[in-house]
């Protein structure tokens, strides 16, 4: 049964639970910067064409600037993407502030506030180097894999902050079984998103050839990295059925919400299968290059919760 609580949430609770979506909207942003090429529409960092607010006009570029690297709307989309990352890293600082008044009461959501802090500040030095690397592959990697890590370092302290909301009992060897089953679940997906990352670097490496190949040609389907991304995605589904059919079993004694996360993750592991396929067929539109790359981390983030509510909110009291 779900433990009920009439208390009002404190400033950090809601602040948390905002950053949280407020950095998965950055994500969305990254994905869409990097689905139309965008990427470099700001050649230079931290200031975009050696200027702080970057001009509408080729003929307003600042005295140096070649014009040929000058395009608009890519320049506009990696600014925005700037300029909301800037807002997050304000989020994430009065977040760090808010939980200092949480130290004597757990000073693990004090803990986790400053390590994600500190990350948010070595993720924006880093996106500077993936600037300066002209979007070297391996950097890429690291910058999607630090920004899961901070989504999922700011989405346990809120969860910490939240804990006394989120208690119902559940027999151990139950709670056991769907942990394991949501950790694994959690990791072979981090798994493919790491592989999906490396195809989509083989990808950028071919659109980015001097000699720019068809859109059909970007995507090797022989190649050997991605026929074990495609195989991988067997293997997510088959950990998202086994979690689905225990969860079912003990559905009785779950808050009924919960199904609902596992609803929602099931539909995205599904979709996700069927963009990838759309993605290799219809020869990498920017549309579904955005749902893909946008949707592993909402993927990931309810993975994250459905493993947080039974790890960090669960009374683990037999019955």
Not at 55 to 69: C, F, H, K, S, Y
């Amino acid at each position: 049964m779900t433990n009920t609580t009439n208390k009002r949430w404190t400033p950090f609770q809601v602040m948390a639970v905002v950053t949280v979506i407020a950095t998965l909207v950055l994500i969305v942003v990254g994905g869409l910067v990097r689905a139309s090429g965008a990427g470099l529409g700001c050649p230079d960092w931290p200031k975009c064409f050696g200027v702080w607010v970057p001009p509408t006009n080729v003929a307003d570029l600042p005295p140096g600037w070649d014009p040929a690297l000058f395009n608009p709307t890519h320049t506009w989309l990696e600014y925005i993407n700037r300029l909301v990352g800037v807002l997050i890293g304000i989020f994430i600082t009065i977040t760090m502030i808010l939980s200092l008044w949480w130290v004597r009461r757990d000073p693990i959501v004090t803990a986790t506030s400053v390590l994600s802090f500190v990350l948010v500040i070595f993720q924006a030095w880093l996106g500077g180097q993936v600037v300066r690397s002209q979007l070297e592959g391996g950097m890429i990697t690291a910058h999607m894999l630090i920004a899961m890590l901070i989504v999922s370092l700011l989405l346990f302290g809120a969860f910490r902050g939240h804990r006394e909301r989120l208690k119902f009992a559940i027999p151990h060897h139950h709670r056991k079984h769907l942990l394991t089953l949501g950790i694994v679940l959690f990791g072979v997906s981090i798994i493919q998103m790491v592989l999906g990352t490396q195809v989509r670097e083989l990808v950028d490496a071919a659109k980015n050839m001097a000699i720019k190949p068809p859109r059909s040609q970007w995507l090797d389907v022989e190649n050997t990295l991605y026929v074990i991304h495609r195989s991988f995605s067997w293997l997510v589904l088959l950990s998202m059925g086994g979690l689905a059919w225990v969860h079912r079993r003990y559905a009785m004694e779950l808050p009924s919400w919960m199904g609902s996360i596992v609803w929602w993750i099931g539909v995205l592991v599904i979709s996700q299968i069927f963009i990838g396929i759309g993605l290799e067929r219809l020869d990498m539109p920017g549309v579904l290059q955005l749902l893909h790359l946008s949707g592993i981390s909402f993927l990931l983030t309810l993975q994250f919760m459905y493993i947080l509510v039974l790890w960090q909110g669960t009374d683990v009291a037999g019955r």
